[in-house]
């Protein structure tokens, strides 16, 4: 049988066509769950699919490494890993006993207890947000870019919030995240020469940007996570100042993207689904499950790369050690053997142990802020949402790493605040 040969899993101009691949993952799941994958003008890789062979990995950090590099960028980007956006080190690209050593630095902050501290701030969010669709027009009728005017604007003022990011600075970090994230976009990647010289004055401006907000805080700490990060120790040591720079950086560009995908992917799915937007807003007590739905849903965080240390075998399959695995989170999360009913978008899911924050020594570190944050706006349109619909064509992003729509034209009515 003629599966696939992989490129339409890892290509990001496939995902700006078609979305998630999932008739293909679905095949793979049911024919072969790991499978040798060898697309052109990628290195060759082993796509994993099932729910159990990818926490049996993720479980497994001394057998299968991060360090090597997450992402699976075809041979035409390559990152020099000395220099630029290259050479900076984050949590997610260690390996134990390191990275235990380093996510101990912000982890506290991250606790659901400590998050409390920013409950009035991500709800005052919320209710703006939704204040202001509400006033375009006396009946609350109006129409919005989801994706743009809501999803991106949320994350991004929580975010700003607690990492020192002032208003006027915030178009510019979202300019920045889009870059990043999507650098294989024509709409919002970073222009340049090359891609090797916009990739390298993208992390100049970025530390440039950050550094000044690290170094503020190492003067006038205050009671929020860019001075914990300003003043981060690792093993009694103060982190180095590319340790703190990449930890400050994963911490806002990955939180605002894999967020605001989930709200759009979030709002997409409750407007092709009307009696789950029908039961959210007849029953907003589910917003906590529906969260969870949503992130299964959508999984923003398609996937994440390791590299083999050893030989070894996952699913029968022998791996040789320097293979790479590619560990498709979204197929995953349809994965039959796990899910009932995986098709289908359901709000009060239960249980639901989707792999949409990961899994083991990777599992996320911001997923409480992520959970809160998105429970805020969807609890707020529960309250008030009265009838959504498309307003245009959405369109995704190009990119299959963090994925989901770069449009989302929406029309709405929404009752005003009380």
Known sequence: MNLTDGFDLIDP??????????EAWTALRKHSPVHRCEPRNYEPFWAITRHADICEISKAPHKFLNAPG???????????RDEGVGAMRTIIEMDPPEH????????????????????????????EIVDKLASQSA?????????????????????????????????QILRLTNQLFASDDADLQRPGVSRE??????????????????????????????????????DGQPMGPLETFGYYLITFTAGHDTTKNALAGGMRALIDNPDQLALLRKHPELVPSAVEEIVRWATPVNYMRRQAACHTEVGSRRISKGEWLVLFYASANRDEDVFDRPFRFEIDRDPNRHLGFGHGEHFCLGAHLARRSQRALFGELARRLEHVELAGEP??????????YKKLPIRYRIARGA
């Open 13 to 22: 101009s496939a995902y700006a066509k078609n979305g998630q691949p999932h």
């Open 70 to 80: 997450i992402f699976h960028s075809s041979k035409d980007v390559q990152v020099t």
């Open 100 to 127: 235990r050593s380093f996510r101990k630095v912000a982890a506290p902050w991250f606790t659901p207890r400590a998050l409390g501290r920013i409950d009035e701030e991500v709800d005052r969010s919320a209710r």
């Open 139 to 171: 009946s609350g009728e109006g129409e919005c870019d989801f994706a743009i005017d809501v999803a991106a604007a949320h994350p991004l003022r929580i975010l700003s919030s607690v990492l020192g990011v002032s208003r006027e600075q915030e178009p």
């Open 197 to 234: 010289q916009a990739i390298r004055e993208l992390g100049l401006e970025l530390f440039q940007l950050f550094n000044a907000i690290i170094e503020d805080r190492r003067k006038n700490p205050r009671d929020d996570l860019a001075t914990v990060l300003a003043h981060g120790q690792v």
């Open 395 to 404: 369109e995704w992003i190009q990119s299959s790493f963090v994925v989901g």
